[in-house]
C-alpha cells in the first residue's frame, strides 16, 4: 500500500483545499520543491501534483513549480541511488501536447479527469499515444462523477466509467469522493472497493484520510485491487505520520504475503 502525499498546487504555493473549493484553500508552503522533497525525506515512493489553477482554467497554470518539484526529485533519486521516484500529475490537462511536454519534462503518470468524462476520445488517444504512462481521476459523489473542479456533476455512473476506460488501456484509477476530500472523516472504503472489485486495473484511493486506522482499514482491502492512497490535508496537519504509517502499511502487506 503506497502513501502518496499530495501536493496542490495554486498560484505557485503549496496549498489544500476543503472539498475542492479554491476560496477555502490554506496555503502550507510557498516552495512546492521544498515540500516534496520533506515528503521524500519521509519515505514518500511516489508524489501527487495538482495544478489547482489548470483545472479550473482547462490548461497549465504552475508550470514553473511542477519544473522545480521535478528536478528536487530527480536529484534526490540520484542522491539516494534510486532509479525512480513516480511522479503523477493531474489538473488542466486537455491536449496531447501537454502531455507529451510533461512526461518530456519527467513526469511519469498523467492523470486525465474532466477530459476523459467530456471527450472520451480524448482519453483513448492519449492511452494510445503514451501507453502506460496515463491515470484517469474519477472524482465521486453519491457515485456519479464530477468534473470541472467538481463544480459540475455529470450524470454517469462511476463503474460504468471506470470499465470503459479500463478498456481503453489506462495504467490505474485515482478515484476520490468528493464530499469527504480535505474534510478528513475517513477514506469511503465500502465505494473504493466496490469500484476495484469492478475492474482490473488498480485503483488509488483518495479523500478523507484522516489518520493511521484509515491507512490500516485500506490495507485490510488492498487484494481487492487497491495499491495506494493519496494523503493530503491529514499529513499537513500532522493526524498522519507519512514515516510511521508507511512503515506500518509496509508491516501489514508483508504479514499478509506471509
Avoid at 476543503?18 to 525525506?41: I, R
Avoid at 486525465?112 to 496515463?134: E, M, Q, R, W, Y
Wanted: some cysteine; overall charge negative; aromatic content about 6%.
Amino acid at each position: 500500500m503506497l502513501l502518496i502525499p499530495a501536493i496542490d498546487l495554486k498560484d505557485g504555493h503549496c496549498v489544500r483545499l476543503k472539498q475542492g473549493d479554491m476560496d477555502l484553500a490554506t496555503v502550507f508552503s510557498e516552495d512546492p520543491a521544498e515540500m516534496a522533497l520533506h515528503w521524500l525525506k519521509k519515505g514518500a515512493r511516489r508524489l501527487h501534483l495538482v495544478d489547482l489553477n489548470g483545472a479550473f482554467a482547462g490548461k497549465p497554470k504552475n508550470e514553473a513549480a511542477i519544473k522545480s518539484i521535478l528536478k528536487t526529485v530527480q536529484d534526490y533519486a540520484e542522491e539516494m541511488g534510486i532509479e525512480e521516484i513516480p511522479v503523477q500529475l493531474g489538473g488542466g490537462i486537455r491536449d496531447l501536447d501537454t502531455i507529451e511536454r510533461y512526461l518530456d519534462d519527467g513526469i511519469t503518470y498523467i492523470i486525465v479527469g474532466t477530459a476523459a468524462v467530456k471527450n472520451p476520445g480524448f482519453l483513448h488517444d492519449a492511452c494510445g499515444a503514451f501507453p502506460g504512462s496515463i491515470i484517469v481521476g474519477l472524482d465521486a459523489k453519491d457515485g456519479k462523477v464530477a468534473t470541472d473542479g467538481w463544480s459540475k456533476m455529470s450524470g454517469h455512473e462511476v463503474i460504468d466509467l471506470a470499465k470503459k476506460f479500463e478498456g481503453y488501456g489506462v495504467e490505474s484509477i485515482v478515484y476520490t469522493d468528493i464530499g469527504r476530500d480535505g474534510m478528513m472523516a475517513g477514506v469511503n472504503i465500502e465505494a473504493t472497493v466496490k469500484l476495484a472489485q469492478a475492474v482490473r486495473i488498480p485503483v488509488i484511493a483518495s479523500g478523507g484520510v484522516h489518520n493511521l486506522a484509515d491507512v490500516e482499514a485500506l490495507c485490510a482491502v488492498q487484494d481487492e485491487g487497491i495499491e495506494g492512497v493519496i494523503c493530503g490535508r491529514s499529513i499537513y496537519e500532522g493526524t498522519l505520520d507519512l514515516a510511521s504509517a508507511q512503515e506500518r502499511a509496509d508491516a501489514l502487506t508483508e504479514g499478509a504475503q506471509a
